[in-house]
C-alpha cells in the first residue's frame, strides 16, 4: 500500500510538472526534486527551469543556423536556449548523414551569395579552403565527414556565451497563453537523457526502438532523464526548428500543414499520407586490401550500374564520397562539377555516405496523420508524431540496399557515424509539419521561383501587398519586400520531389517535377518564417510557411542555412524590442539592415 501511496504521488508530480503554468524564475534556477520512477527504482529524474529570451527547438539544420545567428547577434544579456535532440546539431548535414551539401546557384561567386557564416562553416578546421573537397565527390563542390561539421558547430555554440545548448532534448509540451488574444508560448517543456554507463555511447539501438524512450519521462536502462521547463520570457520568441514539427503541433491551435496539398497549391485540404520519402544512411569504408586481379578502374560509368571494367562497386558511390586517398585537386567553387571534368574513381580508401533512391522509404510516411498526431499531444503522450513501424522498415530497407551495394569491399564505419552500426543517427528527413499560412494568409508557392510561371503565387500564396509585377527581371525569382533571405535550387533538378508509390501528385506538381533549369535562384520573405496564430513563433527549413511543392526547393541544405539565419536574427531583435511577429512585418527594414550587416546577403551579385 505505502508503495502504491508513492507511486500515486511520483505520477501526480509528473503530471503537475507537464501542465502547471509557468512563473517567474531566475535566469537558471535548479529545483533539486527528485521522483522515483516505477520501472527504474534507483533512478531518479531531476527537474530544472531556465528562462529564456529566444528559445530555439532544434533538431535540423536550420537550428543550428538559428542558433548560432542568435547568439552572434544577440546583447550579452540575452539569453537564448538551443534545444537539440541528437547529440550533433545541423540536422541532415550531420546526425541524417547527408554531408554532400545540395549547392545551389547561389554557390557562384563563392562566399559572396550565402550568409558569412555558412561560408565560415564551410572552410572552417579541416573543412579548408573553398577550393578544398575532402571527398572529391561527383558533382558537388564539398562532401565531408558528417562530424566535422557537428564539431564545428559545437565549437561555435561553446564560444557564444549567451547560447546554452542542450543536447539530447526533445521538446515534449507547449504552453500558450490562453488569456490573450495572439496566444503567445510561453513555456517550453522537454526531456533532456543522459546515456548510462551500460549503453554509455547513446546510440546502440535502432532509432525505430530508441525514439519512444527519447520523449518519456522515465529513465531507462540507456538514459537517465532530466525533466526540463524553459521558460519564455514576457517578450521572447520561441523558433521552431525541430524536424518533425514538435512545437508547431504541440502548440494547440496553430494551423500546421503536412503533406500534399490537393487539387491547387493554396488548399487547405492535404494528402497527409504523401509526401517526399525519408531514408537512413549508411557511413562506410571500401578497405585499403589490393583490389581484386583484373580490375581497371580508369573507366568508370556513372551511375549506380556497376561497370564493364569489372570494379566492384558502383561509380555512383562517388557522389556522396565524403573522403578519399586519392590526390585532392583545387576545384573552383562551383554549384555542380561540370560533366565532362574528371573525377577520381571509386578506389580502395574511399569512404562514403551509401544511400540512393534505393533506401528511400517508398512504401510508408514516417509521419503519423495529422489528427492522430494532435491527440497524442492533447493527451500528454507526444512521442514525436512518428510512425514507428514506418521508422523499423526505413531501417530493413537500409540495410537491404547496403547489402545489395556493398559487394564484399564496403565495411560500416560506426565511428564516423557516432551510432554502433554505422546508420547515421537521424532519418534524413526530405520534408517536415510545417507553418498552414504565415502572416495575413501567406503562403509560400511555387510560382515565386519558376522558369515558366513567374509570380507571387495568388490568392492563397501571396496577398495584396505582393503585385504580380514585382518579378526580378535579372534571371531570380520573385522579390519580396520582406526579403530576409536568399536561396536556389539544385539546376539539374529543379523541383526536387521523390514520389512515393502510393502518392497521386495533383497535375501542378506532376508536370513540373525534375525538370533541369525549371526553378531560379528566390527570395525568402519574413512572412515565411511566421505562423498565423502565433505572434511570437518563429519558423524555419522545413517548418516553413511553403506548400509542399516549394518545400521540395526550400528543404536544401544551404536554403535551410539561410531561413534557419534570419529567424536567428529577427528572434533576437524581436525580443529586443518587444515586438510581435506582425510588428516585426511593419519595421522589417530594420532587420533586413541587421542582416546585411552581419553578412547575410538579401541581393544575388550575379545575372544569369
Not at 504541440?250 to 491547387?264: C, F, N, R, S, Y
Not at 578502374?297 to 556522396?320: D, E, I, K, M, Y
Not at 551510432?419 to 504565415?438: P, Q
Request: charged share 15%; hydrophobic share 40%; aromatic share 8%.
Amino acid at each position: 500500500m505505502a508503495n502504491m501511496y508513492a507511486l500515486s504521488l511520483v505520477r501526480g508530480f509528473l503530471l503537475l510538472m507537464l501542465t502547471c503554468a509557468p512563473k517567474a524564475v531566475a535566469q537558471t534556477s535548479e529545483s533539486l526534486e527528485w521522483a522515483e520512477l516505477e520501472d527504474a527504482p534507483h533512478q531518479k529524474t531531476k527537474s530544472i527551469i531556465h528562462e529564456c529570451d529566444v528559445v530555439i527547438a532544434g533538431g535540423s539544420l536550420a537550428s543550428a543556423a538559428a542558433a548560432v545567428a542568435s547568439g552572434q547577434t544577440a546583447s550579452n544579456s540575452t539569453r537564448v536556449c538551443f534545444l537539440e535532440i541528437t547529440d550533433w546539431p545541423g540536422g541532415q548535414a550531420t546526425a541524417g548523414g547527408i554531408s554532400a551539401m545540395d549547392f545551389g546557384l547561389q554557390y557562384l561567386n563563392f562566399p559572396q551569395n550565402i550568409p558569412k557564416s555558412l561560408g565560415e562553416l564551410l572552410t572552417a578546421g579541416k573543412m579548408g579552403a573553398a577550393d578544398y573537397n575532402p571527398g572529391e565527390c561527383q558533382y558537388l563542390p564539398k562532401c565531408f565527414p558528417p562530424q566535422w561539421v557537428a564539431q564545428l558547430l559545437l565549437d561555435q555554440l561553446a564560444a557564444l556565451p549567451n547560447v546554452k545548448v542542450f543536447l539530447n532534448t526533445t521538446v515534449v509540451k507547449v504552453d500558450r497563453d490562453t488569456s490573450s488574444s495572439d496566444g503567445r508560448v510561453i513555456a517550453l517543456h522537454a526531456i533532456q537523457r543522459t546515456p548510462t554507463a551500460a549503453h554509455s555511447s547513446g546510440w546502440d539501438r535502432p532509432l525505430s526502438k530508441a525514439l519512444p524512450d527519447w520523449y518519456s519521462p522515465k529513465p531507462s536502462a540507456y538514459f537517465d532523464k532530466t525533466l526540463l521547463q524553459f521558460v519564455v520570457s514576457p517578450t521572447g520568441v520561441v523558433v521552431e526548428g525541430t524536424e518533425f514539427g514538435d512545437v508547431l503541433v504541440l502548440a494547440d491551435g496553430v494551423a500546421v500543414g503536412q503533406g500534399v496539398e490537393l487539387g491547387t497549391e493554396n488548399s487547405s485540404n492535404y494528402d497527409q499520407y504523401c509526401g517526399n520519402p525519408a531514408a537512413f544512411s549508411v557511413m562506410a569504408e571500401w578497405g585499403t586490401s589490393p583490389l581484386p586481379p583484373n580490375t581497371n578502374t580508369s573507366s568508370l560509368h556513372a551511375g549506380h550500374n556497376r561497370s564493364v571494367s569489372r570494379n566492384p562497386l558502383p561509380q555512383g558511390l562517388a557522389v556522396r564520397r565524403y573522403w578519399t586517398m586519392a590526390n585532392h585537386t583545387p576545384r573552383s567553387f562551383n554549384p555542380y562539377h561540370d560533366d565532362g571534368e574528371y573525377i577520381p574513381p571509386v578506389a580502395p580508401g574511399d569512404h562514403y555516405v551509401v544511400t540512393s533512391n534505393c533506401n528511400d522509404l517508398k512504401n510508408a510516411n514516417v509521419f503519423l496523420p495529422l489528427n492522430i498526431a494532435k491527440e497524442t499531444a492533447r493527451a500528454g503522450t507526444w512521442g514525436g508524431g512518428i510512425n514507428l513501424t514506418a521508422v523499423a522498415m526505413a531501417e530493413t530497407q537500409t540495410w537491404g540496399c547496403f547489402h545489395d551495394i556493398q559487394n564484399g569491399v564496403l565495411s560500416a564505419r560506426p565511428d564516423e557515424s557516432g551510432t554502433s552500426n554505422g546508420f547515421s543517427k537521424m532519418l534524413y528527413l526530405r520534408e517536415s509539419r510545417r507553418s498552414r499560412t504565415g502572416l495575413d494568409g501567406f503562403r509560400l508557392c511555387h510560382n515565386i521561383m519558376s522558369a515558366s510561371d513567374p509570380g507571387p503565387g495568388g490568392l492563397g500564396c501571396s496577398t495584396s501587398a505582393d503585385p504580380p509585377t514585382g518579378h526580378s527581371q535579372n534571371g531570380t525569382g520573385y522579390r519580396f519586400f520582406d526579403t530576409v533571405a536568399i536561396g536556389s535550387p539544385q539546376p539539374k533538378f529543379g523541383y526536387d520531389v521523390h514520389i512515393p508509390k502510393w502518392c497521386a501528385l495533383p497535375p501542378y506538381i506532376s508536370d513540373k517535377l525534375r525538370i533541369p533549369n525549371s526553378s531560379l535562384p528566390f527570395y525568402i520573405p519574413f512572412r515565411a518564417l511566421t505562423v498565423a496564430n502565433a505572434s511570437n513563433i518563429l519558423v524555419a527549413g522545413k517548418s516553413m510557411a511553403t506548400s509542399f511543392f516549394t518545400n521540395s526547393v526550400t528543404r536544401l541544405h544551404p536554403n535551410e542555412w539561410a531561413s534557419g539565419t534570419a529567424a536567428g536574427v529577427a528572434a533576437v531583435m524581436m525580443s529586443a524590442l518587444n515586438l510581435t511577429a506582425g510588428q516585426m512585418v511593419a519595421n522589417v527594414s530594420r532587420l533586413q539592415d541587421r542582416l546585411r550587416s552581419v553578412g547575410v546577403p538579401l541581393n544575388f551579385n550575379f545575372t544569369l
